[in-house]
């Protein structure tokens, strides 16, 4: 029976081949006027006898000067303008008269839609379409209406298989019920405690943030909401990498009782905990830096950060291991048995206040040459004034310590903001607010030890999800800009930090009652990737830009683009790890 999937995941392969040789790669065809994607053509008319610069503004540039586009309009001379219409935009037009005045002759503030003619008069400011845009979203829909598609089709094909064929035995029936596969098998009786039940729905947690990040590293389709927020805010770009972190706490807790309850020793644990952090460190050297001149190698970067995370959590978990302990100690006060996830852990609490407390010292009171204390602004267009603070003390501290050669040279600011310094997200300041992200996955992990019925484990795992969700709302004052401590992916702000781990603690909830209390879900297909999350990560990082992962496409358009991008991630984030489940393949570092 082992064989049937493998034959449907060939005939799904060919299928795909097949589709792209007839369409050379392309969905659908150029856009029109020639424009690239998310763009809208705009052509000004003037009977004006002066001319007209043309300036703009996107709003999603906070706080940002007017810039000016290079268009200059003359009396009937028509000028043509490309415009993005990812955001809405500001357009003004000035006579300048030279001698350091000028003067407004026209403001418009409009959404353009993609591929869109447009026409804005001078003489009257009247503003009027000449070609309706397309809905770019258009692709999106018929991508979900596939997805939902496949998924009733699977749900009605998975209740008929265990109706009329499956049997106890049978390889296929593991992907359609919550058997517990490779759960290991059930332990003779022994004197030994049996070996737990690995958690699926953290598994299934994990694969579906490898899913999200698969599609998003290749480009998210061009969409700009699946590509890393500009700024200040959260878009679905965002969420994959703190979420990782979170989960790689959960998974420390449980790991670490393993380790306890074998009895393993302390310097064994910590050469251990070395040595994952060294071989994370080194693979993410390796993954974020081309071959080049080692004078710019970067230094910062994903698998570096969750290098120093994993070993600050982990050296908190060492040193509060009791080796050979089954159970934790509880005894005392009635209020202790309701706090035993929080108690016995006081010193790791304070060990990480005193983290935040630092970040917040020196992201608030640390002087910044040439900068305004505090500043947590991108600059560039914003604050024409310190247009090379970019990040405040976060980017001062990285200056220092790595130098502007050894970080990021392509941030998500860049564009919009017209910074002109480098500055990297995944820079030093912000690793302690990442060690506190990955320290609440292990709460949720203590939660999942220290509780043993899922009613409890539940409740708090929703407790800590909407008190934490609350702060972040507090903290940032329910504002995208202008709060006290925006959320912010780049400078992985406090209040960036307590909203995701938010969200964390309520998606593992719901995992966790559908996939382990209820089984009304296998999790497939994310558990596969979540148990070879390592390999399914480096292969798509190294590999995802080679056939048949990626291709050229000769017109750039989202359609285009939102295929290849699902076909390619698909591959990596279900087909690969599918082929590594059915071959007994774990690889973990």
């Known amino acids: 029976m082992a064989s049937y999937p493998g034959l449907g995941l060939t005939r799904t392969v060919l299928g795909y081949v097949v589709l792209l040789l007839a369409t050379h790669g392309d969905v659908t065809g150029a856009s029109p006027f020639d424009l690239k994607m998310d763009r809208a053509l705009l052509t000004v008319t003037s009977d004006l006898t002066y001319p007209v610069e043309v300036w703009t503004v996107s709003?999603?540039?906070?706080q940002c000067n007017l810039s000016f586009t290079g268009l200059i309009v003359t009396s009937h001379v028509n000028g043509n303008l490309t415009t993005n219409t990812s955001y809405p935009t500001r357009l003004d037009f000035v006579w300048?008269?030279?001698?350091?005045?000028?003067?407004?002759?026209?403001?418009?503030?409009?959404?353009?839609?993609?591929?869109?003619?447009?026409?804005?008069?001078?003489s009257s400011c009247k503003f009027s379409i000449l070609a309706d845009p397309v809905n770019s979203n258009i692709p999106i829909l018929v991508a979900f209406l596939v997805y939902a598609a496949l998924g009733v089709l699977w749900v009605v094909c998975s209740y008929l298989y265990r109706r009329n064929f499956g049997s106890e035995d049978d390889e296929i029936r593991h992907l359609l019920i919550n058997t517990g596969r490779h759960n290991g098998p059930s332990p003779k009786k022994s004197e030994s405690p049996p070996k737990p039940r690995r958690l699926k729905s953290l598994d299934t947690f994990r694969g579906m943030c490898l899913c999200i990040m698969a599609f998003v590293n290749y480009g998210g389709g061009g969409y700009w909401f699946f590509d890393h927020s500009v700024w200040n805010g959260i878009t679905v770009a965002d969420l994959v990498f703190p979420w990782f972190m979170w989960i790689m706490g959960t998974s420390t807790a449980l790991s670490f009782r393993g380790l306890q309850r074998k009895a393993t020793p302390?310097?064994?644990?910590?050469?251990?905990?070395?040595?994952?952090?060294?071989?994370?460190?080194?693979?993410?050297?390796?993954?974020?830096?081309?071959?080049?001149?080692?004078?710019?190698?970067?230094?910062?970067?994903?698998?570096q950060r969750f290098a120093v995370s994993y070993f600050a959590v982990s050296t908190m978990m060492l040193l509060?291991?009791?080796?050979?302990?089954?159970?934790?100690?509880?005894?005392?006060?009635?209020?202790?048995p309701r706090a035993r996830d929080v108690v016995p852990y006081w010193k790791q609490w304070l060990f990480v206040?005193?983290?935040?407390?630092?970040?917040?010292?020196?992201?608030?009171?640390?002087?910044?040459?040439?900068?305004?204390?505090?500043?947590?602004?991108?600059?560039?267009?914003?604050?024409?004034?310190?247009?090379?603070?970019?990040?405040?003390?976060?980017?001062?501290?990285?200056?220092?310590?790595?130098?502007?050669?050894?970080?990021y040279g392509d941030e998500t600011p860049k564009d919009e903001y017209q910074i002109q310094v480098n500055y990297d997200p995944e820079g030093v300041l912000g690793s302690l607010t990442s060690i506190f992200m990955t320290f609440l996955g292990l709460q949720?992990?203590?939660?999942?030890?220290?509780?043993?019925?899922?009613?409890?484990?539940?409740?708090?795992w929703l407790l800590w999800g909407v008190g934490l969700g609350l702060l972040a709302i507090l903290l940032c004052e329910g504002r995208q800009n202008g709060g006290w401590i925006p959320i912010n992916k780049n400078l992985w702000s406090l209040t960036f930090v307590l909203s995701l781990a938010s969200m964390a603690f309520i998606l593992l909830s719901v995992y966790y009652y559908l996939v382990d209390v209820r089984r009304w879900w296998t999790g497939f297909p994310f558990y596969m990737a979540g148990m070879n999350s390592i390999s399914v990560y480096l292969c798509h990082t190294v590999f995802q830009?080679?056939?048949?992962?990626?291709?050229?496409?000769?017109?750039?358009?989202?359609?285009?683009?939102?295929f290849m991008h699902l076909f390619g991630s698909n591959l990596w984030t279900i087909l690969f790890p599918a082929y590594?489940?059915?071959?007994?393949?774990?690889?973990?570092?």
């Open 59 to 62: 709003d999603v540039c906070y």
């Open 580 to 589: 590594l489940y059915w071959n007994s393949i774990f690889i973990n570092i």
């Open 444 to 460: 949720a992990g203590k939660i999942l030890l220290s509780y043993k019925d899922h009613g409890s484990r539940l409740i708090r």
């Open 96 to 122: 300048n008269h030279g001698n350091g005045t000028n003067h407004s002759v026209c403001s418009h503030h409009y959404h353009y839609g993609e591929y869109g003619h447009y026409k804005m008069d001078l």
């Open 266 to 303: 302390k310097l064994t644990v910590f050469v251990k905990i070395v040595r994952r952090t060294i071989t994370l460190f080194l693979l993410g050297l390796f993954i974020v830096n081309q071959p080049d001149d080692w004078a710019t190698i970067r230094i910062p970067g994903v698998l």
């Open 545 to 562: 830009s080679y056939l048949p992962f990626s291709w050229g496409i000769h017109a750039k358009t989202h359609a285009n683009l939102l």
């Open 320 to 336: 509060h291991m009791e080796v050979g302990a089954q159970e934790e100690d509880i005894a005392g006060t009635e209020w202790w």
């Open 353 to 407: 206040l005193c983290l935040l407390a630092v970040h917040t010292c020196l992201t608030f009171l640390m002087p910044v040459t040439g900068c305004p204390t505090g500043y947590l602004g991108a600059a560039g267009l914003s604050d024409l004034d310190h247009t090379n603070c970019t990040g405040g003390a976060a980017q001062q501290i990285d200056n220092w310590l790595l130098t502007q050669d050894h970080i």
